[in-house]
T-cell receptor, first 110, second 114 residues
C-alpha cells in the first residue's frame, strides 16, 4: 500500500525557475528518499534523508524533512529542460521496504 | 551502488500465457524486491524476494499469480502467470545494498498483454 502523498500532481514551470514538490506520509519512517523517472523508464535515486535529519543538499537539489508534520519537500533550483520527469518520494520503514507516493509530474519549458 | 539488468526489456504477450522476468545484479545483495508500475501510476511493491526461502508478498499479491525465485544473492525471477490485459505494466526489480538504505532499480520490463 502507498503511504506517501505528493503535491502537486503536476507542475509546469519555465526553465530557470525553481520547482518545489511536497510529500506527506502517515506512519513513522526510518528515512525518506526521492527518485526521478524519465518517460516510464527505470528510477534514478536522487537523495536520501534520514529521520533524524532536517535538511540535505545535493547539487541543485534541496530536501527538507519535518517528522512532526510527517512531510518532506524537494526543491530543484534553476531548473533545466532536462529536469522534466516524474518525481517520487518513497518512505523507508524498519522492515527494509520502501513505499512510494503517487508522484509529481514536472514539465520544464525551455 | 549496484548495476541491475532485467530481461526482457519489453514483451507483448497473449492472454492466458505466462512470462518470466529475470533480474541480475553485479554484486551480492541482501534484499531484492519486485515492483509493478501500472500505466500512469506510481510503483507498488509486489514482494520481497528472499534467498533460500519463499518470497514475502504484499497485500493483494499472491504466489500463484506472481511466483518468485531467488536461487542466490545476485539473481531473481518474477513470473506473471495466466496473464490478462490488466497485467500490462512495467515490472521493476530493486535491491538494497548492505544496509545502505538506498534502493537501486533495474531498467524495468515493459509488458503488454493483448
Amino acid at each position: 500500500s502507498q503511504q506517501g502523498e505528493e503535491d502537486p500532481q503536476a507542475l509546469s514551470i519555465q526553465e530557470g525557475e525553481n520547482a518545489t514538490m511536497n510529500c506527506s506520509y502517515k506512519t513513522s519512517i526510518n528515512n525518506l528518499q526521492w527518485y526521478r523517472q524519465n518517460s516510464g523508464r527505470g528510477l534514478v535515486h536522487l537523495i536520501l534523508i534520514r529521520s533524524n535529519e532536517r535538511e540535505k543538499h545535493s547539487g541543485r537539489l534541496r530536501v527538507t524533512l519535518d517528522t512532526s508534520k510527517k512531510s518532506s519537500s524537494l526543491l530543484i533550483t534553476a531548473s533545466r529542460a532536462a529536469d522534466t520527469a516524474s518525481y517520487f518520494c518513497a518512505t523507508g520503514t524498519s522492515y527494509d521496504k520502501v513505499i512510494f507516493g503517487p508522484g509529481t509530474s514536472l514539465s520544464v519549458i525551455p | 551502488s549496484a548495476v541491475i539488468s532485467q530481461k526482457p526489456s519489453r514483451d507483448i504477450c497473449q492472454r492466458g500465457t505466462s512470462l518470466t522476468i529475470q533480474c541480475q545484479v553485479d554484486s551480492q545483495v541482501t534484499m531484492m524486491f519486485w515492483y509493478r508500475q501500472q500505466p500512469g501510476q506510481s510503483l507498488t511493491l509486489i514482494a520481497t524476494a528472499n534467498q533460500g526461502s519463499e518470497a514475502t508478498y504484499e497485500s493483494g499479491f499472491v504466489i500463484d499469480k506472481f511466483p518468485i525465485s531467488r536461487p542466490n544473492l545476485t539473481f531473481s525471477t518474477l513470473t506473471v502467470s495466466n496473464m490478462s490485459p490488466e497485467d500490462s505494466s512495467i515490472y521493476l526489480c530493486s535491491v538494497e545494498v548492505a544496509r545502505q538504505e538506498t534502493q537501486y532499480f533495474g531498467p524495468g520490463t515493459r509488458l503488454l498483454v493483448l
